[in-house]
């Protein structure tokens, strides 16, 4: 596999946008996942919400490319597939009582991860005059930053 080498803040966006496809697409897959994996209502509808959402955010990104006019492309994410993989594991471990917390929980770290990795693709986009593309991953920030407490707010309701 070649690597590639990433010489301008271009560059670099370019390579961490198409990250953030895959990080999508790992997050949909987790979501589905983590909605299987819990036993409450509650808690698979609110899974179910943040995949519609996630499906936005998709769309999103494939507006980014358009905008800057580039083929969308995915890069690899090693951090979601590490995430998706602590998920997993901690749910094989979990008893039922605990199906809930842990996947609530995970889907929290996760969704710190997707707010990190916007906010670290906003700043460049505004710093290099592509306000229709900040605009739009701002629009991605926004609702992965909603999630971000109505899982916090999930999660305090379960461990009481």
């Given amino acids: 596999m070649v690597q590639q080498t990433l010489d301008t803040p271009t560059d670099l966006f370019h390579f961490q946008l198409r990250t953030a496809v895959t990080m999508e697409d790992d997050s949909l897959a987790a ?58 594991s901690l749910l094989e471990r979990s008893g039922g009582s605990l199906r809930d917390h842990a996947a609530v929980a995970c889907a929290l770290g996760n969704e710190h991860y997707e707010i990190s990795a916007y906010e670290g693709l906003i700043l460049p986009a505004e710093a290099m005059g592509w306000t229709t593309v900040a605009k739009l991953l701002r629009e991605n920030l926004e609702q992965e930053t909603h999630t971000s407490e109505e899982l916090r707010s999930m999660l305090q309701k379960i461990v009481g």
């Fill in 31 to 88: 979501l589905g996942e983590l909605a299987d994996a819990a036993t409450s209502a509650e808690v698979k509808k609110l899974f179910r919400h943040h995949a519609d959402e996630t499906k936005q955010q998709q769309e999103n990104l494939t507006k980014v490319f358009a905008e800057l006019e580039w083929k969308p492309t995915t890069a690899p994410s090693p951090s979601t597939k590490g995430i998706s993989r602590q998920a997993e």
